[in-house]
T-cell receptor, first 114, second 114 residues
Framework: AQSVTQPDIHITVSEGASLELRCNYSYGATPYLFWYVQSPGQGLQLLLKYFSGDTLVQGIKGFEAEFKRSQSSFNLRKPSVHWSDAAEYFC????????????FGGGTRLMVKP | EPEVTQTPSHQVTQMGQEVILRCVPI?????FYWYRQILGQKVEFLVSFYNNEISEKSEIFDDQFSVERPDGSNFTLKIRSTKLEDSAMYFC????????????FGQGTRLTVV
């Protein structure tokens, strides 16, 4: 069965600092990988996705993620964090034959210090 | 921009009562999903729906749950006899197709069973 692990439950960074959120997955074939963001009281907004091709994917709001098959990882990065990035971030993996049926990680709550 | 709309945003119901959560998916989407997120836990897949029938469901989606697309626009989740442990945020999502596209999520309905 597929699974997703986000090792960091909480992360605090200073505004303007760089950010990396970790995501490791377990899946028997080429995964469909996603990062979603959830602001308080809001739904899930897609930041970026990886289906195939270039392993470095660009997303919205200045985020990027890199798929590393050898490490079963899909870490999310941003070079300079803004206070508005404070939210919960979810990594998810989709089944190869049904890309939209997602298994989510536990989430990482990002706090941004002024 | 098209979006998935869920109503109500918050519903309180008594244990044992039936509840119907409503969703209006994006109009040209063909695949529909329900997920739930119990407070403090992961987002979990419940069910997927295509061509007026369930295409996959998780172990959570037992006989107490049902889904329906009663007309061309709404997609509903019914819980027949609610239990305290059904308290959660329920997300509806829709996708244009199964492969190589992402799911778009609604804002969620917070269900509180008392």
């Amino acid at each position: 069965a597929q699974s997703v692990t986000q090792p960091d439950i909480h992360i605090t960074v200073s505004e303007g600092a760089s950010l990396e959120l970790r995501c490791n997955y377990s899946y028997g074939a080429t995964p469909y990988l996603f990062w979603y963001v959830q602001s308080p009281g809001q739904g899930l907004q897609l930041l970026l996705k990886y289906f195939s091709g270039d392993t470095l994917v660009q997303g919205i709001k200045g985020f990027e993620a890199e798929f590393k098959r050898s490490q079963s990882s899909f870490n999310l990065r941003k070079p300079s964090v803004h206070w508005s990035d404070a939210a919960e971030y979810f990594c998810a993996v989709g089944k190869g034959n049904a890309g939209n049926m997602l298994t989510f990680g536990g989430g990482t709550r990002l706090m941004v210090k002024p | 921009e098209p979006e998935v709309t869920q109503t109500p945003s918050h519903q309180v119901t008594q244990m044992g009562q039936e509840v119907i959560l409503r969703c209006v998916p994006i109009s040209n989407h063909l695949y529909f999903y329900w997920y739930r997120q119990i407070l403090g836990q992961k987002v979990e897949f419940l069910v997927s729906f295509y061509n007026n029938e369930i295409s996959e469901k998780s172990e959570i989606f037992d006989d107490q749950f049902s889904v329906e697309r009663p007309d061309g626009s709404n997609f509903t989740l019914k819980i027949r006899s609610t239990k305290l442990e059904d308290s959660a945020m329920y997300f509806c999502a829709s996708g244009r197709d199964r492969m190589n596209t992402e799911a778009f999520f609604g804002q969620g309905t917070r269900l509180t069973v008392v």
